[in-house]
């Protein structure tokens, strides 16, 4: 048994953990505690419910008031892993400055960030958005078409990414990739760079912007971009989606050496 001043002696302690990991806790809270107890209460997923809100609340047709709703949701409902207003935008910015006609998007989610992708598309261009998981696949889905983009436009492909990539020459016509945005399993994100250099997805200039390599970060995928001598990179430093206490950024990467 612990005597009472031992304990006594770790409340400091304990506090000041609190205190310094607050948002930590307050994330765990909201994407963990909230979300099971929703669960449980509705039935439904946290993507099903907020697909119902943003059905009652965004305008079909305007995919910036249907971000601004998914927004809302997330600050005031429940945590949703989306980019979120604040990374968006620069992934708005490098996708409408580069003008890809070819994009792979990894983890579909919510489909949150397929639409800030699609709308900056330049016309003619084509998006390929791949999610593992049919029940998010199946909301992401609705909520592309619901902001108005068709399968012309955007592509759903319900797979694992490393099945995916290597059909994507053969079953679906793409040569090379000119724009890769990444937002999957973060274990996943040196597995999926290796495999599209291995079947030559990948041209000098093709851009690679990894979400999330702070946090929760992505350290082997970090050490081989950066030692492999194949890639510009440069960091985008911001803060976790809804959360701007906790420290987050996106690694914009460059292809520069052909295999």
Known sequence: MVSPAIALAFIPFIITLIIRYRHYFLLFYRAVIVRRIQDYLTGMSREERAFQYVMLHAIPGDPQHLLNTFDQYCLHCEHLSNIGPQKGKTLD???????PLNVLELGT???????????????????????????????AEKVIRLAGFDDDTVELLVAPSDEVIPQLKDKHGVQKLDFIFMDHGKRCYLRDLQLLEEVGLLQEGTIILADNVLFPGAPHFMQYVKASGKYQCKMHRSSLEYFRYIRDGMAELTYTKLI
């Not at 910015?93 to 003008?99: G, H, T």
């Not at 989610?109 to 639409?115: D, S």
């Not at 900056?120 to 909301?139: E, S």
């Open 93 to 99: 910015r490098l996708v409408y400055e580069n003008a």
């Open 109 to 139: 989610y919510c489909g949150y960030a397929t639409i800030i992708i699609a709308q900056a598309l330049p016309l003619g261009a084509r998006l390929y958005t791949v999610d593992y998981n049919p029940k998010r696949a199946a909301v």
